[in-house]
């Protein structure tokens, strides 16, 4: 597989972007929801935490920080425009629990200082960062001794019957209701490109440990579909 410009990349999420929480919901089968929950508790970030969320997309982890961590605040950051826009109009609603903020930056050159968050979260967003060693390294500079990252990223399931089914899903469903949903199947397969292709597992705990996180752990979900990473500077 040819890998994409960032530009690429961009426009494609800008072009999904409308139909992306729907496709979410039904590719998923709405279990989605309860994986975002599931990483952020395991997240445990503390009461008035600041924290920002890389790869933010239409706001879905920034919202479900709120709900499950007590008064804190949230950068919420994504590369696509499209995206942000989506997330500023669902982040409207307040919520009681805390704040969040949203920008368009690049999480490979992050505008924060040194040592500045107590965690840093990225959800299904790392796979599609054009150098993941340079992001991971930034995301570890912003973040304060201590301090957490958490990484929910789609993995490949090790049992047989359930990687059987994984890989017909991603290879023959995904596309078909990704051009259902959003008119762009070829966005589709590459989202199944990069899920196949991405270190899981201890290959992405060794990135972590490359960028100098310790600590580590990692929790499957979903029998392995996906899988929360976390890690301490």
């Not at 969320?53 to 879905?60: L, S």
């Not at 499950?68 to 997330?87: G, N, T």
Request: aromatic share 10%; with cysteine; proline share 4%.
């Amino acid at each position: 597989m040819q890998e994409p410009s960032r530009a690429a990349v961009e426009d494609m999420f800008d072009q999904i972007a409308p139909g992306y929480d729907l496709g979410n919901s039904i590719l998923t089968f709405g279990l989605d929801a309860r994986w975002r929950q599931q990483f952020v508790i395991g997240l445990k970030a503390p009461r008035g935490s600041e924290v920002l969320d890389a790869a933010t997309g239409t706001g879905d982890v920034a919202l479900t920080l709120l709900r499950y961590c007590p008064d804190v605040h949230v950068e919420a950051i994504d590369f696509s425009q499209k995206m942000i826009e989506i997330a500023q109009q669902r982040l409207s609603i307040p919520v009681a629990r805390g704040d969040v903020h949203m920008s368009r930056e690049d999480v490979q050159s992050l505008p924060y200082e040194d040592n500045f968050f107590d965690a840093v979260t990225i959800a299904y967003g790392i796979r599609n960062v054009v150098d993941v060693e340079v992001a991971l390294k930034e995301l570890y500079r912003v973040l304060k001794p201590g301090g957490t990252i958490g990484v929910l990223e789609f993995s490949m399931p090790k049992g047989t019957i359930v990687r059987t089914f994984s890989l017909f899903y991603l290879r023959r469903v995904l596309p078909i209701v990704g051009r259902v949903v959003t008119g762009r199947r070829r966005a589709f397969e590459y989202l199944d490109e990069t899920i196949e292709t991405f270190p899981h597992g201890k290959a992405f705990l060794d990135l972590l440990k490359g960028a100098k996180f310790t600590d580590l752990r990692s929790t499957k979900i979903a029998l392995g579909i996906t899988t929360a990473y976390y890690g301490k500077k």
